[in-house]
């Protein structure tokens, strides 16, 4: 950060700064005053200006999130949202900038936070706002080349039925067809009327992504240090053994350095958001579990929360019981384990030690998967939280049949095998790793030093997660903003300084054992509080009319923050829809620093270096 | 090998004396060859989507498929002989798929696990979402679930290997890789606007010819399903009418459209009935 000024950063409420911000940009600077709505709305002018005295003045360093929404039939404009916190912790400031539908184009604020990077290439891939000053503004989860822009309301789908579910057709009378019999193709396809089918090429969706990157396929020889060596562009992905998915890097190699480094993705990209939007509320509940596959629970808990902030609004909200929360956290800090042997288990793998350290890491992970599947009836997709409270309460005793012993069903009483889970497995499991693994020559030779991000940068690149806090930033949302019944609890904010793999590895061991003492925490307060409502109040609310407003939910997820920003727009009586559902997912902005981190490495370390951010793909592409 | 596999090859007329049986199997071609394949068939390390997640645990310590001689997992499909799709399968991936499927040598086999890679599960509708895997390969076995258990997933193994069992070298027509020469590579998806699958090129000219000259489909619509349609839009017409959505809904006047439904029905059914009696005079 070379531009940054000298004058005291200022602290105070998100008040205060609102008032500083209005005072320094009378003209520019608005209260959002729609009802339900916070934050102030800055003139597309000054946008930059504003951001720029946000992070250096007001100490906003933090961009969590930007997204685009269109409010097509509302008041027919398009608009950015950002989310800005302070590393320090508290509330965020929320600013907006409008631009009309047709050219809708907003300054780019990548010279501000570069971690807006991705977020503005995909608000232009989906919504197709244009963000004037960004160098490398294209397609970024859809292929070039793609007719429209799929997010914008007036879009429509091929398989499109209507704006909202439940559809006519399916209820309440219930008429099935098939979405494949009245297309004239039988496909999920639609073409444009202007198609030239003459001008089709095998590969024109590949040959915009090699010119973008301004490298072109061909092989040009050159010198370093006297060496005649080769420029050579390898693709690693998307089918690649190491790629956590299908997930692709193309990667500039000078030799075996990597010179440059373009992540490409959208090879799972599934439409949560345009699915999301159609779905009613709780709809969408079940399709948060499929972000992250692996910690589905606290994919869960973020959507319900971001819910929860909106029905809070309402005349009949009341917060979840103590029960619910205290059986909330249970599940969220069971998958931060989970996620976290997962990770450090592919990690070895990544690192060559094909299999066995990922097989010791993942057994544990059974066990806690058999209590999943006994209370939510899943293993991983456990589709669990409920607004205002959980499904089911946990059951009085396991019985499940993946746990099978010469054909007996294995029986427990849920708290016994609670207990002895947190209290003596998961320690022991998490010691083991520690035993074999954190003194071991190879880890330590291949890991300390490489992949290094600095702390100013993790947080311009908006990294979050083990990646942010293995760089020396103590940022943890569970502390920061708190939900839940974290303030309750006793657990130290994991932080480690050398900002390299062997950190990010080290800090997921850290950040286990401290899921171990919450754990511990709640579970004499799931034993005082058994019998208590699982909801607040008697009865389920499992269909809630959402008043009208915006609100942005985040937990600390295992990889990190991961939001949901929820708009309730239209009639409070008619059918309920979210009317804009957006994912800030961490294992998507995380990668925006993959390029930095790997630039000088050795094309062994890429693998390496992408294994430690810990991505999932599920959560990339969405 | 155990005496227990040897003796479950013997295939044959010939009698071998029983205190041979542990020591000499005679047997057909077809069935040690297919006994030698199905029991160390070499999954492609490859995954989509949550289901690949599944697919590790399968592979791992708990479930492991090392039991049925599967856990050499080969990252190059050049040694691989089947591709488990594990997760949803979207515009973007299909063409890599497409091309490692032809990459694989064979005999080859294609395991959809999962709603999505079935049928597009519960993505169906998103705009790059390939509804199944079977609209571009094969599909020799699908395994239901979202995502399926570790245990539905063997289940579906132990499928395939039966399927495998069953095929024969001395039926040409069985597999295409048992008749003369290599079958034919899947044309590789081109992306353009939308995806353009190579096999419906013709389709997709013909309806761009009909558009331009502002006339229907090129295809056929079923008439049920168009039924359906209107008679939804007659419905939700009627509700529109209504004081508010919601109350319309719920009551809508549905008795024309209902005899509309059981008069279109009746007739289709007739005509059916027609064609079959005309049929049967005829032999």
Redesign the interface.
């Known amino acids: 950060m070379t531009d940054q000024t000298l004058a005291p950063v200022q602290t105070g409420t998100i008040e205060n700064a609102i008032e500083f911000l209005k005072a320094r940009y009378p003209d520019s600077v608005k209260d959002d005053t729609r009802s339900g709505y916070s934050g102030v709305v800055v003139s597309k002018s000054q946008l930059v200006d504003v951001a720029r005295t946000l992070r250096d003045e007001l100490g906003f360093d933090y961009l969590s999130s930007a997204t685009a929404v269109d409010y097509l039939g509302v008041s027919d404009h398009m608009e950015m949202v950002y989310h800005a916190y302070r590393t320090s912790g508290g509330p965020p400031l929320v600013f907006k900038a409008q631009t009309e539908r047709s050219n809708a184009e907003v300054p780019s604020l990548i010279d501000v936070w570069p971690g807006v990077d991705f977020q503005e290439r995909e608000a232009w891939d989906l919504f197709g706002i244009r963000f004037a000053g960004h160098p490398n503004l294209k397609r970024i989860?859809?292929?070039d080349?793609?007719?429209g822009h799929?997010m914008r309301k007036d879009w429509r789908?091929?398989?499109?039925?209507e704006d909202q579910k439940p559809f006519?057709?399916r209820w309440?009378?219930g008429?099935i067809?098939?979405?494949?019999?009245?297309n004239?193709?039988?496909?999920?396809?639609?073409?444009?009327?202007d198609?030239d089918?003459g001008a089709?090429?095998?590969d024109?969706?590949e040959e915009s992504l090699y010119s973008g990157m301004g490298l072109g396929v061909d092989v040009s020889a050159y010198e370093t240090e006297g060496i005649k060596t080769d420029k050579l562009v390898v693709n690693l992905g998307?089918?690649?053994?190491s790629t956590h998915?299908?997930f692709r890097m193309v990667v500039t190699l000078d030799g075996e350095t990597v010179l440059s480094l373009e992540p490409v993705m959208?090879?799972?990209?599934?439409?949560h958001e345009?699915?999301g939007e159609?779905n009613a509320w709780l709809h969408n509940m079940?399709?948060t579990d499929?972000l992250d596959?692996?910690s589905s629970m606290s994919n869960n808990l973020g959507y319900a929360l971001a819910v929860e902030d909106l029905l809070a609004s309402g005349a009949r909200y009341a917060p979840p019981s103590y029960r619910a929360e205290a059986i909330r956290v249970l599940m969220v800090e069971l998958t931060r384990i989970v996620n976290h042997f997962w990770a450090i288990g592919f990690l070895l793998n990544d690192l060559g030690a094909f299999f066995t350290p990922?097989?010791y890491a993942?057994?544990e992970?059974?066990k806690i998967l058999d209590f999943f599947e006994a209370t939510a009836g899943s293993?991983?997709?456990c589709n669990y939280m409920r607004f205002q409270g959980v499904a089911k309460d946990l059951p009085e005793r396991i019985r499940s049949t993946?746990n099978l012993l010469n054909d007996r069903v294995r029986d427990f009483n849920t708290m016994d095998y609670l207990t002895e889970m947190i209290t003596e497995r998961l320690p022991r499991a998490i010691d083991d790793l520690d035993r074999y693994l954190t003194d071991s020559e190879i880890v330590k030779s291949r890991t300390i030093g490489v992949g290094y991000l600095p702390p100013e940068m993790a947080i311009a690149y908006s990294t979050a997660g083990p990646l942010l806090r293995a760089s020396g930033i103590p940022y943890d949302v569970r502390r920061a903003e708190p939900y839940s019944i974290y303030p309750d609890l006793d657990f130290d904010v994991a932080v480690r300084y050398n900002g390299d793999i062997y950190d990010r590895y080290l800090i997921r061991l850290d950040e286990m054992r401290e899921s171990v003492r919450i754990l511990k925490q709640v579970l004499p307060r799931l034993e005082k509080s058994q019998g208590e409502s699982i909801f607040s109040g008697n009865k389920a609310i499992y269909m809630p009319r959402v008043p009208v407003g915006e609100a942005y939910g985040r937990v600390e997820n295992p990889k990190g923050e991961l939001g949901y920003y929820v708009v309730s727009e239209g009639d409070p009586?008619?059918?309920q829809n979210p009317w804009r559902y957006h994912v800030r997912a961490p294992s998507f902005i995380n990668l925006t620093a993959l390029g930095a981190m790997c630039k000088g490495h050795k094309v062994a370390d890429v693998v390496a270096i992408l294994g430690s951010i810990d991505i999932v793909?599920?959560e990339t592409d969405r | 090998m155990s005496e227990f596999q040897l003796r479950e090859l013997h295939d044959t007329e010939f009698p071998v004396p029983a205190e041979f049986q542990d020591n000499i199997a005679i047997t057909s071609l077809s069935r040690i060859y297919n006994w030698s394949r199905r029991s160390s068939m070499w999954p492609m390390l490859f995954g989509l989507a949550c289901c690949a997640i599944e697919m590790i645990a399968t592979a791992a310590s708990r479930y492991d498929t090392a039991r049925f001689g599967m856990e050499v997992m080969r990252a190059s499909p050049r040694q691989a002989d089947l591709m488990i799709v594990s997760g949803t399968v979207t515009k973007k991936m299909i063409v890599p798929i497409v091309r490692l499927y032809n990459q694989m040598p064979e005999p080859k086999y294609v395991l959809a696990m999962g709603a999505c890679a079935s049928g597009g599960g519960p993505f169906k509708e998103g705009y790059n979402v390939v509804s199944g895997i079977d609209q571009f390969l094969p599909v020799d076995v699908y395994v239901p679930g979202c995502p399926p258990t570790p245990q539905a997933l063997i289940n579906g193994l132990i499928a395939l290997q039966k399927k495998i069992d069953g095929q024969s070298l001395a039926n040409l027509d069985d597999v295409p890789w048992y008749g003369v020469g290599p079958s034919d590579p899947v044309p590789i998806p081109v992306l353009a606007a939308d995806i353009i699958d190579p096999r419906q090129m013709e389709l997709i000219r013909q309806q761009a010819e009909r558009t331009a000259a502002g006339v229907g489909a090129a295809r056929a619509l079923p008439q049920a399903a168009l039924d359906r349609v209107q008679i939804e839009r007659a419905r939700a017409a009627a509700a529109k009418g209504g004081t508010t959505a919601i109350a319309a809904k719920s009551s809508a006047p549905s008795e024309p459209v209902d005899e509309a439904i059981a008069a279109a029905r009746l007739a289709r059914r007739m005509e059916a009935l027609a064609r079959k009696r005309a049929k049967d005079a005829q032999q």
């Open positions: 989860l859809m292929w080349g793609f007719e799929p789908e091929a398989y499109y039925e006519e057709s309440p009378r008429y067809r098939r979405a494949e019999e009245l004239v193709y039988g496909r999920n396809v639609r073409y444009p009327d198609l089918l089709l090429k095998d024109s969706a998307p089918h690649h053994p998915g299908v959208g090879y799972l990209h599934r439409n345009k699915i159609r079940p399709f499929r596959y692996i990922a097989l993942i057994a992970r059974e293993r991983m997709m993946a009586k008619g059918p793909l599920g």
